[in-house]
């Protein structure tokens, strides 16, 4: 088993509702699993299939079992599907030690597209969150998703971003070894493309 710089090494992947987050942390946990740490995953769910927040929090350990739910101020890691929900989850449960990386397209709420409330630009975000930490990463994953032709698979390239960091111990051939185990045969090798895109991404932000 490689080790792994704090233990546990806490992350919480966050989006909303249809974005694919709970199967980004599912796979997370179990390429983490099959390299031989104990991993806990918590979830909560706002109004998901109605765009609500969507937020799991990731516990991996090589000593043993945490509480799914992790104390407020404790993540190491937030990986937003959705920007500004990196912020939300930032002021409960960031710290100036927490890396960001977050998707950089969002999700309007009914109450922007509506015209009652205001998005804040990518600039205001940014700023925001520097406030709270000072590393952020932004990624263009639904773009290059888009650009794929598979716009759901802004999930896995957000994993692959995440293999990118070298912050946890995992790379292309453990995906491809979960992947071989939760898709057809028929799309493993697009989700394989959008991992290996992630990596490739994060490394020029």
């Known amino acids: 088993m490689t080790a792994i710089g704090k233990d546990p090494y806490n992350v919480i992947i966050t989006g909303v509702g249809g974005q694919g ?7 997370l946990g179990n390429i983490l699993a099959k390299k031989g740490f104990t991993i806990t995953i918590g979830e909560t769910f ?3 299939q109605r765009g609500g927040s969507v937020m799991s929090h990731i516990r991996i350990s090589a000593r043993g079992t945490w509480s799914p739910q ?3 101020g404790k993540a190491d890691l937030v990986v937003a599907l959705e920007p500004i929900e990196s912020l939300r989850v930032m002021a409960g449960y960031g710290n100036p030690q927490t890396k960001v990386l977050s998707n950089s397209r969002p999700v309007y709420p009914v109450g922007v597209i509506a015209g009652d409330q ?3 630009a990518k600039d205001e975000l940014n700023e925001a969150l ?3 930490t000072s590393d ?5 994953a639904t773009d290059e998703a888009l650009r794929l032709g598979e716009p759901i698979l802004s999930n896995v390239i957000m994993m692959g971003a995440i293999a990118g960091l070298d912050d946890l111990p995992f790379d292309t051939p453990d995906f491809v070894e979960v992947v071989a ?3 057809k045969k028929e799309k493993q090798e697009m989700n ?3 991992f290996e895109l992630g990596k490739e991404l994060v490394k020029k932000v």
């Open 130 to 132: 520097l406030k709270l």
């Open 181 to 183: 185990g939760t898709f």
């Open 70 to 72: 992790m104390p407020k």
């Open 46 to 48: 706002g109004v998901s």
């Open 21 to 27: 987050n709970v199967i980004a942390s599912r796979m």
């Open 192 to 194: 394989i493309r959008a």
């Open 136 to 140: 952020v990463k932004f990624v263009d």
């Open 118 to 120: 205001k998005y804040p």
